[in-house]
């Protein structure tokens, strides 16, 4: 790394700590630094493609980094692709993070573009190079990180100031980087989609700039151009209200039931929250606990449904619908007896309709993953406690119903937790400090058995951005569990869509 690099003493670490911004110098990308190597990549369609790509290592994307392992990132850039030399000058750039349970991400050791993805597939970096885009692939700090002096460095906020400053550093690499830097678009899933999220939502915000100020962060706009969250896990303060909300009825994995009165306080405790929020969504009005499932029903789930069933040979949508009396099927137009507003009928895919009650749903989805309550753990031992951790303390409360649980009606949370949770959740800068120079366009996906979080988590964030007036494509996977990502493909194109 160049000479202005050096390790960050305890105190850098600390918003308007010693390191600067004036080594700009040595977060000057090198075009000519690159490996040269050629990749064979499956197109969702099963189309193998041969890409020659320059694979660019970038040591640090900020001056003073705390821990460069992971304060570091790789640029990918399609040279030749089938054959057929590609021009990525000015192709979107797709800033792919790889952070899962809000832990450390590194990509310093890689060697080349990640591949694949879940379950052997083609990893979205792999089909975005393959469409002729420029690919980033930024590492974090996250929760776990402690340095010798016991110090907790990749704790909240840690991880979006990361993801800050590496889009600064394409920024401020205009004209050097290739790719167009209007053009970025994020991706993550889970705790990374929750981040990319967040990445969106809060572009240009001043919140972060003494944070990015400590690590040497290029001194320009950290905006976005797009985000794509699958299953964000975001709004953790709100979290354990909205799950049980969503799960409150649904037992444990081995049908162990929740504590019924800490699941009834927060559930009640939502409506509140709720409230407060003012979301709308059309045909709804203002979304409330009373109408939020109608709302998740009618505009995500069963649309999901739909989608899948539709999607079925005959036979398999006849041998679901028989094994999950709990939809009733109607409309179908040929290819098979009609269904029935009865339910169970076997009508063709096109023009088919699924629907179905809240309770049905539930008892469908069966076993809620977590405990209540989820997130806030009394005992401490969640990953988003860990993530709230500060200096030599490793976990902490965020939310005054467990902390005041555990030590008492009086207790106070920590005086810098709220402004921390602020800098976590989208939601703030989407509703109480509305941001304009957030993404404007979107792409949302969870999958309807994804009970990592509350259905509702990804609900009201594509409802309030899309009374925002915001380009938001959001869909439910059916039947998909954490993680899912059933259409790779769609998304890549989708870029190309909103960027072009
Ligand atoms: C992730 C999953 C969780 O259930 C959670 O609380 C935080 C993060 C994840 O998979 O990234």
């Known amino acids: 790394f160049g000479s202005g690099a050096r390790a960050a003493s305890p105190q850098d670490r600390r918003p308007g700590g010693g390191a600067g911004a004036e080594a700009s110098a040595d977060l000057v990308f090198d075009p000519d630094a690159y490996a040269e190597s050629t990749l064979t990549i499956e197109d969702t369609g099963g189309v193998a493609h041969e890409v020659v790509y320059r694979f660019h290592k970038v040591a640090s994307y900020v001056a003073a980094p705390v821990d460069a392992t992971y304060q570091s990132l790789n ?26 349970g809000y832990m450390p991400s590194s990509v310093a050791n890689n060697t080349g573009i990640v591949a694949t993805g879940m379950g052997g597939a083609t990893s979205r970096q792999a089909l975005a190079l393959a469409a002729g885009y420029v690919v980033v692939e930024p590492g974090a700090r996250g929760r776990t990180l402690v340095d010798a002096s016991g110090v907790h460095y990749g704790t909240a906020p840690a991880a979006i100031v990361d993801l800050k400053a590496a889009v600064r550093y394409l920024k401020f ?17 889970s705790a990374g989609g929750a981040l990319s999220a967040l990445l969106g939502a809060s572009g240009d915000s001043p919140l972060y700039d003494p944070y990015l100020k ?13 985000a794509g969250a699958w299953c964000p896990i975001i709004d953790l303060e709100h979290a354990d209200m909205a799950y049980e909300w969503c799960w409150g009825a649904n037992p444990l994995s081995g049908g162990a039931q929740v504590d019924p009165t800490v699941s009834g306080e927060l559930k009640a405790a939502y409506a509140g929250h709720l409230a407060s929020l003012g979301l709308r969504a059309k045909g709804f009005g203002a979304l409330t606990a009373r109408n939020l499932d109608a709302y998740l029903l009618r505009t995500h789930l069963e649309p999901s449904a739909t989608r899948y069933l539709a999607a079925l040979p005959d036979a398999d949508r006849v041998a679901y619908l028989a094994a999950n009396p709990f939809i009733t099927w109607t409309g179908g137009t040929s290819g098979g007896a009609s269904g029935g507003a009865s339910g169970g009928g076997s009508g063709s895919g096109s023009g088919g309709r699924a629907a179905f009650s809240w309770d049905g749903f539930l008892t469908h989805v069966g076993a809620r993953k977590k405990n209540a309550p989820s997130f806030d753990g009394f005992t401490l031992g969640t990953p988003e406690n860990n993530l709230f951790g500060t200096g030599t303390t490793k ?106």
């Not at 000015?90 to 792919?96: D, K, R, S």
């Not at 810098?416 to 800068?429: E, Q």
């Open 395 to 500: 976990a902490r409360h965020f939310t005054l119903y467990s902390l005041r649980h555990e030590s008492g009606g009086s207790a106070r949370l920590d005086a810098d937790i709220p402004a921390k949770l602020d800098l976590m959740n989208p939601m703030h800068h989407l509703v109480e400090n509305l941001n304009r120079d957030r993404a404007k366009h979107w792409w949302i996906r969870l999958g309807t058995k994804d009970t990592d979080t509350s259905l509702s988590v990804a609900g009201n964030l594509s409802a309030r951005l899309t009374s925002l007036g915001d380009d938001v494509d959001t869909a439910y996977y059916w039947d998909a569990g954490h993680g899912a990502d059933q259409d790779p493909g769609a998304f890549v194109e989708w870029i190309g869509e909103v960027t072009g």
């Open 75 to 100: 640029v990918s850039v399609p040279v030749r692709i089938d054959g057929t030399a590609v021009d990525a000058t000015g192709a979107p750039i797709l800033l792919a993070n790889a952070i899962g």
């Open 214 to 226: 400590a690590i040497g962060a290029a001194d320009t706009s950290d905006a976005i151009f797009a």
């Open 173 to 189: 690499n205009r004209g050097r980087v290739p790719g167009d830097v209007r053009r970025i678009v994020s991706s993550g899933v």
